[in-house]
C-alpha cells in the first residue's frame, strides 16, 4: 500500500476539527433528545443507550470522519453510536434533517446503523455486537481476493474499519475471525476500541487493555495505545507530573468512572487524599481550578483529538492495526462516567444547561453551524474538502453474470443430492465461463465431506501466495489436490461456522463494496446453521447474497447420532428473511434450483410481486439449499420449461390426484422414497391418491401469505402456487406431509384450503441407527404415512395388500 507519509495537521484544521467534535456531540446528543422527549407519539418507549455510547466515540468519530478516512475505505461503527455518524453525514449534507428528527421513528433514522434502511451510506450494519467487527475483518480477506483476481485494480485499496465497544470484545466471535484473519494474512484492517471501560451493566474489569494488547500482538497487529491526551501528557512533564501519572495507571476502573461523574471537586480531594501529601504534585493540583483539574483528569488519549489525529496519520503501512483508545463513556455530557449511564438520558434541564454551553439558541437546535466560533464559510469550505466525502456513490454497482437454466450434470440411477450437489459444481468447474469464474465456495473445513472436493480439484484453493500440495510433490496418492495459489476460487475456513457466515456475509456484498460480483456458496453441516445463526441472520440483514449448502442433514443422518441430526433447519429456512430455502428430493430438481440460484443472488429488481407466484423475485436474495447424503432412486423424465419453474415455485404433483383424492401426501427431502412407498401401498385400495413434491416450504408458504394479503388489498384474483395446485383437491381430502425434520414445517398447507393435515417429521433428539430404524422410530416411515392417512382419511379405513416390513 502507498500511504502518504504522516502530515502534520495545521493548527487550523485542528481547530475546525475541534468545532466539529463538539458539533458531533451536540448534534447527537440533540437527536436521542428529541427522539425520547420531544417527539410525539413515541407511547412511552424512551429508550437510552445511545447518548453516553456515542459521546464516548465523538472525538475519534470526528477524527476519522473527517481526516483520517479516505472514500475506498469502509466503516463498521458500534451500535450506540449511530447517532455520531447519522450527524457526521448531516454535516457532510448525506443525512436529511428530516430524517434525525425521527430518528428512532418510522422510516427515520435507524437506531443502529443499518445498509438496508438507514439512506445515508452505512456501509457496515451493525447491531447484535461483535458481528461487524468481524465483518471488516473478511471484508479486508474479500478485497485481496478480488484484486488477487486481477479485478477492480483501477480502484484504489480500501481500509476497512471498526468502531468497537470495548464490552463488544466479549463477543467469541471477534477472537474467531482473529485467527482467521492471522492464517490468511490479513491487511487494510483497522480496529478502534471505545476503551471506556464501562459495559451496558457497569464498569468492567480491570486491566483487560493489557489482554488485548498481547493478543493482537500475538496474532501480527499493530497495537497503538491512546492513553494519554495532550494535556495530560503535558501535566506529567510538570514537577510531579511522573507520581500523577502513576496514580492514574493505579486507579482502578470503576473509581476513574465515579471521578469523572463527579467533577473537579472530587477530583481534587480524592487526588489531595491520596498523593497530596508527596512534594511537588500538590502544585500541580493545586495550580488548577476544579474545572481546569477535571478537565485535565478527562483528557484521555481518546477524547484528545491531537493524539487521535496523530495515531491515525501515523499509520504508514497495511498490516491490521488495533487502537485501543481510553475514553470516558458519556464524555462532555453531564452523565458522564456513571456507571448506569448506558441507558441514562439527559434530562430536558440537564439539556438545557448543555444548550447553553454549546451556544445553541433555541429554535436553531438543527442548524449546521450554530454555536461555533469559525466563520461558516471556513466551515463550508472544510467539510467541501472532507477526503471521505470526495468520492461518488458508495454503494458500487457490478455486472450480473447470467446462469444457463439448465445445468449439465449426468443423473446416475441412484444418487443422493449431496453427491449431486458435488457433480454439478464439478461441471460448472469444467467450463471456462465467465459465470464459474465468479463462483467463490467456501467451508469451514468440511469442504471434502459436503462434496466440494471435485471443484476445489479443480479450481484450486485460494491464498495471496502460493502453496504446493507437498503430498502431490511427494507424488503420495490423493484424492484431493490441496494446492494455494493467488487464482484459487476456494477459501478454507477453521471450524467456525460464524466465520463462515460473516465471510459469505462479505462475499457477498462484493458487487456494492468492491464493485466486482463474486457468486458464493459456502457449505456446512446442517445441524451446525445454529453455531452460526445469528451471523447468518446478520449477513441477510443487510442483503449480502450468496448461496449455503447445508449437508448432510436430519435422522437420515443414520449412524452419525443424535448430535449429528438436524431437526429445526427447515424451519430456519421458512422463518428466516432474506434467504429462500429449498430441500429437493432428486438431482434433477437440485440442476434446476441451483441454476434459478445462481441468477436469484444477482437480482436487486423492484419489488413487484410475480402474479404467478406471488414472490418478490425481482428484489433477490440469499439461498439454502438442505440436502442429504442418502442415495435415492431417481426419476428418469424430461426436464420441462413448466415441471422446472413448478420446483423452483417450490412444489409440484409426483403424482397428480384423481377427481375424488381422498389422500394426498405432501413430501420434501429425502424421504421421497417411503412417500412413494406408501402411495403405492394406498393407490391400491384409493386410486385417486395424490403425491406433493415440495421442493421450497418457504417459497410455497411465502408466496400464499403474499396472496392471502394481495386478495384483502383488494386484488381479488391473486392466487398463488400451492393454492393452484390444491384448487382442484375435494373438500374433504385430508393431507399428510412428511419430512425430516419439524412437521410444523409443512403443517399449514391445511390452512390453504382448509384440508385436515396430519403432519409427520421429527420432533425429538436423533439417534444412532440405520435408516429404517429410525425412520420407524420417529414415524416417517412408508408405514407411519400410511397410518396417519388412514387417521384422518374419510371413509373406509384404507387397506392395503402388501404387508410392510
Ligand atoms: C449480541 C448482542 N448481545 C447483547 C446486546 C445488548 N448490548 C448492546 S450494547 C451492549 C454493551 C455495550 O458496551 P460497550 O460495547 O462497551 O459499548 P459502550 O456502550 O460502552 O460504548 C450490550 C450488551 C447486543 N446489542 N448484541
Ligand atoms: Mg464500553
Redesign the pocket.
Known sequence: MTDAAPTIISSADLAILGELERKVLWLASWTIHNANHLRENLDGLKVG?HQ??SA??ATIMTALYFRALRPQDRVAV????SPNFHAIQYLLGKQSRDKLEQFRGYKGAQS?PSRTKDTDDVDFST?????GVAQTLFSSLVQDYVRAHGWGLDRPEGRMVAL??????D?GNIFEALLEGWKQGLRNCWWII?Y?R????AV?REGLWERYEQLFKNFGWDVVILKYGSLQQAAFREPGGETLRQWIDRCPNQLYSALVFQGGAAWRKRLMDEIGDQGPVTRLIESRSDEELARLMNNLGGHDLPSVVEAFDRIDHDRPTCFIAYTV?GFGLPIAGHKDN?AGLMTPAQMETFRQAMNIRTGHEWDLFEGLQTSPESLKAFLGKVPFAQGGPRRLHAKNYHAPAELSVTIQSEMSTQFGFGALLNELAREKTPLAERIVTTSPDVTVSTNLGPWVNRRGLFARESMADTFKSERIPSTFNWEFSPKGQHIELGIAEMNLFILLSALGLSHSINGERLLPIGTLYDPFIARGL?ALNYACYQDARFIIVATPSGLTLAPEGGAHQSIAQPLIGLAQDGLAAFEPAFVDELAAILAFALDYIQKDGGGEASERNWLRDETGGSVYLRLSTRPIEQIKRPMTPELRQAIVDGAYWLREPGPNCQVVVATAGAVAPEAIQAIGLMAEDRRDVGLLAVTSADRLNAGWTAALRARERGLVHARSHIERLFAALPPNCAIVSVLDGHPATLAWLGAVNGHRVRPLGVEHFGQTGSIPDLYRHYGIDANAIVAAAEAIAPGRPIRHLRALG
Do not use: F, M, R, T
Open positions: 443507550g453516553a455510547s464516548s466515540l458500534k451500535p450506540h453510536a443502529y447491531g447484535s455486537v461483535g458481528l468497537i465497544g470495548d464490552a463488544e470484545l463477543e471505545d471506556n464501562q459495559s451496558l451493566d468492567v463513556k448506558h445469528d
